[in-house]
């Protein structure tokens, strides 16, 4: 109760990567569980017939109809009000067909995508509960990034390179500095100092500052419309392939050494006795489903995206750095704050940071390795300003995290060059970016 708060963690080495996204879930689902029984729903499990999972039968649940109902419908017990944009839909998805205009095609599909990466979230945490510690880290570490990766296919299908550059960007600069500075805020309003563990924070900004060093080399080159170099011989294309693969086989090794060499540095053991709310086949077709759903309108999404640039104004730039990021996590991110306020600092840390090293040591290479298949010129080639403003934004965050203390004028300098680089980016040349 006092002023300062110190969360113990300094024995770990490294935010889990993969699992920082279900740590977060986890305390939610159990923050809400202390209140609604507070406010006597222990009766109402009482009254009701419990539901023995087949699949695991010494897991005991309330019936599976009552959790998809908290999980999908915004009036039901614990849903989200988020939720209530599912009811867009039908306009989502009749919006194209309808021929109306690129503008509203774009806000509806894109207000559409926020509940269904919340929902996909919650059915890949489900069927984790079903799995073992190293396969549940895996689906985690592979599914926590599915609508980002879905929509940035979608857009390399389409053509729109530049869009999916500047959307892998802007999601690690998101969590950096956006959501890592406002649970500094938020943690700030109630105390004057937290404490975190300062190793975790810089062994994060390391493995960041190394994804840097994957974009500076193909743009060292000077590209032509071949994709090779003036000089002749040194594609850029294969160089941010090669770069890629690099990056991959470092993730994985990243893996191994949270899931099974060094799994103890990150046991969370209040998560063990975590049951699942619904069971493996139902959280295997609800995961199906969504992926089914984002697909289907990160299709639309992509398709009206010309159209909104030029209706609104707005490069192609500030929509991939500065809006397409909410899409895949603004629910995580709000709920990453209000953690963040009630005092859990390391649990914010772990998912601003955490997801930022999975984004761009996992999905940046996918982006690129699927752009080889799908025989797309998708290269790590970024202009020199998008790569300054990133590497300035890695430094900013590894300094005021080095103390392993925060408050919120660290938070206020963080959100500040997050407006700054989306004042930058606003006014962008586009032009004169093409042509370097």
């Known amino acids: ?8 963690g300094s024995a770990r080495g490294l935010h ?43 897991i005991v649940r309330p019936p599976q109809g009552a959790a998809l109902r908290s999980m999908i419908l915004p009036w039901s017990t614990n849903g989200k009000m988020i939720n209530w944009l599912f ?56 599914f926590g990034n599915t609508v980002e990766v879905v929509v940035a296919v979608q857009a390399l299908a389409a053509d729109e390179l530049r869009v999916v550059q500047a ?18 805020i938020a943690a700030g309003v109630r105390f004057k100092e937290c404490e975190f563990s300062a190793v975790n924070a810089i062994n994060s900004a390391s493995l960041l500052l190394l994804s ?16 090779t170099t003036a000089a002749g011989g040194y594609s850029v294309l294969e160089v941010s392939r090669f770069s890629a693969v690099f990056l991959l086989l470092l993730y994985l090794q990243v893996l191994v050494f949270q899931l099974r060499t060094h799994s103890h540095l990150a046991n969370d053991e209040e998560d063990e006795d975590e049951v699942p709310r619904v069971g493996a086949r139902v959280a295997i077709f609800g995961l ?27 490069s192609k730039a500030f929509v991939g750095l500065i809006l397409l990021p909410i899409v895949g996590n603004a629910v995580e991110h709000i709920v990453a ?24 040591l996992f999905v940046v290479p996918v982006v690129v390795v699927a752009g080889w298949v799908m025989g797309k010129a998708m290269t790590l ?36 060059t997050y407006a700054l680089i989306a004042v930058a980016v606003l006014f962008e040349d586009e032009s004169s970016i093409s042509e370097q």
């Open 1 to 8: 109760s006092g002023s300062s708060l110190s969360l113990v």
């Open 16 to 58: 889990s990567v993969p699992s920082a996204r279900a740590r977060l879930r986890r305390a939610v689902k159990k923050a809400n569980a202390v209140r609604i029984f507070a406010m006597g729903s222990a009766s109402f499990y009482e009254s009701i017939d419990t539901d023995v999972d087949p699949e695991s039968p010494d």
């Open 87 to 142: 009811f867009l839909m039908p306009l989502a998805y009749l919006s194209p067909q309808w021929g109306w205009p690129d503008a509203a095609t774009f806000a509806l599909n894109f207000a559409v995508m926020v509940p269904l990466a919340s929902l996909l979230g919650d059915f890949t945490e489900e069927l984790a509960g079903h799995l073992s510690s190293t396969t549940a880290g895996l689906l985690n570490a592979t």
């Open 167 to 184: 959307s892998m960007m802007g999601s690690v600069l998101s969590n950096l500095l956006l959501v890592l500075g406002s649970s500094f």
């Open 212 to 227: 840097t060093l994957g974009m500076v080399l193909p743009s060292t080159f000077p590209q032509t419309d071949e994709g």
């Open 288 to 314: 199906a489903v969504c992926t089914l759903l984002v697909s289907l309108f990160s299709d639309f999404l992509v398709a009206s995206i010309d159209g909104f640039t030029k209706a609104s104004g707005l």
């Open 337 to 360: 704050i209000q953690v963040a306020y009630k005092g859990k600092m390391e649990l914010a840390m772990g998912v601003a940071l955490g997801s930022g090293v999975q984004v761009a």
């Open 381 to 416: 080639s970024y202009p020199t300003f998008e790569i300054a403003i990133y590497l300035m934004s890695v430094l900013i965050v590894a300094h005021l995290t080095v103390n392993g203390r925060s408050n919120w004028i660290f938070g206020s300098t963080l959100v500040t």
